[in-house]
């Protein structure tokens, strides 16, 4: 059947979720592909025994250009939620092969990047609209800036932490999956906005405690550079001082096994990267300790604004033209579906048409941002605010 979104890595942890929310918040069709046929085919049926003749299977295998070809005939949209990192040129020639959009939820890895700029002017002139950095690391960070920014004159400051307090023992994640995720500590880079300028923080500099709220309470996290930040002041010029933080995994991971892996992925990664990764991957799920729950928040400072441009006031008792300290906070209990979900809110605008523009865009500064909230919020994602009236935000975003 033609298809408006096939979710390569459909039956997967994350992927099968992108699928279900996809079709209970749009009217779209999908189709589950992967290189596993039979398991494609049992996640289509569970899905059509709740949405009738919405859901297809199809075999696809990243490694194989030609299953590529074939699966995406027809295709409005391709979703990649499958581990394939080195495989993205593939995907992405074979999209456009088949004249299809694009949307990954690959790590925000260079090489990731640099494969896609190669085919830039590709994309442009056939007019395809490629998303990539989908998810919520990377993917919400910026969101959060922009669809908090309104609120602001003049914004200044803007720090975004993320706590991943996570029961890895309980998802079915594959060796490749932690493997590219080991990968990204060889491009690690504690990078953050300073005065207006991104600079390499000092270790000491580069470690920061943020309050999560009760049951977290005040967690150590450690700079992380990302490329959407980087990005995003050529949006909010007034910006002068950004950073993404991330909290650790447990004291085993983040003392000894993320220091090593650093100088393991440096020196000796083909040798040693599995090797190490499965070592990573025991350590996740064998001293993860509740809660578990995931949390990003975003605190910003700057001018206020005194009213949106739909003139509803998006602050209780602050002037216009006086200091703000303002915050968003987003809870889930589950890591993998709040990815799941964040990707499925950006597709859902690329599905009705509003985010469509051609060209090879960043999902953190391509989406309407106070929409992509709303609509989390209205998936189940609880969104706190402070200082800010967070209703006026959202309807400003209608």
């Given at each position: ?47 059509n ?47 456009l ?6 949307f ?34 990377p ?60 600079v ?40 002068r ?41 025991v ?61 499925a ?25 106070g ?28």
């Open positions: 059947m033609a298809a408006d979104v096939l979710i390569l890595g459909g039956y997967g942890t994350t992927g099968k979720v992108v699928a279900e929310l996809v079709l209970a918040h749009s009217d779209a069709t999908v189709v589950v592909a992967g290189r596993n046929l039979q398991r494609a085919e049992r996640a289509a049926a569970t899905l025994a709740r949405f009738p003749g919405r859901a297809a299977a199809r075999f696809a295998d990243a490694a194989d250009p030609a299953s590529l070809t074939a699966a995406f005939a027809g295709v409005g949209i391709v979703a990649v939620a499958a581990s394939v990192m080195k495989s993205a040129g593939v995907v992405a020639e074979a999209a092969q088949a004249n299809a959009d694009y990954d939820l690959l790590l925000s890895a260079p090489a990731k990047h640099a494969v896609l700029e190669r085919f830039r002017a590709r994309i442009e002139q056939q007019q395809r609209c490629y998303i990539t950095d989908g998810g919520i690391h993917g919400l960070s910026a969101a959060m800036i922009r669809a908090l920014a309104p609120a602001f004159g003049r914004l200044e400051r803007a720090d975004v932490a993320g706590l991943l307090k996570l029961d890895w023992s309980a998802y079915d994640f594959g060796l490749d999956t932690i493997y590219e995720f080991v990968e990204e500590l060889a491009a690690f880079r504690p990078e953050a906005l300073r005065d207006g300028a991104w390499r923080l000092p270790w000491k500099a580069a470690m920061k405690r943020f309050d999560f709220g009760p049951p977290y309470g005040a967690e150590r996290c450690t700079v992380m550079g990302l490329e959407e930040l980087r990005l995003l002041p050529r949006e909010i010029a007034s910006l001082d950004c950073g993404f933080y991330v909290s650790g995994f447990n004291p085993l991971a983040d003392n000894v096994l993320v220091p090593l892996g650093l100088v393991v992925m440096k020196l000796a990664p083909r040798a040693m990267g599995r090797p190490y990764a499965r070592l990573f991957a350590a996740l799920r064998r001293f993860a300790r509740p809660p578990f729950g995931v949390v990003w928040q975003l605190e910003a400072e700057g001018v206020a604004a005194g009213e949106t441009a739909g003139g509803e006031a998006t602050r209780s008792r602050v002037s216009s033209g006086t200091r703000l300290h303002a915050g968003l906070r987003l809870r889930h209990e589950d890591g993998y579906w709040l990815t799941a979900a964040t990707a809110a950006c597709l859902l605008q690329y599905l009705d048409g509003s985010l469509r523009t051609p060209g090879l865009h960043l999902q953190a500064l391509a989406v309407a941002p929409r992509l909230l709303r609509d989390l919020q209205r998936m189940g994602v609880v969104i706190d605010s402070r200082g800010v009236d967070l209703g006026a935000l959202l309807r400003a975003a209608e």
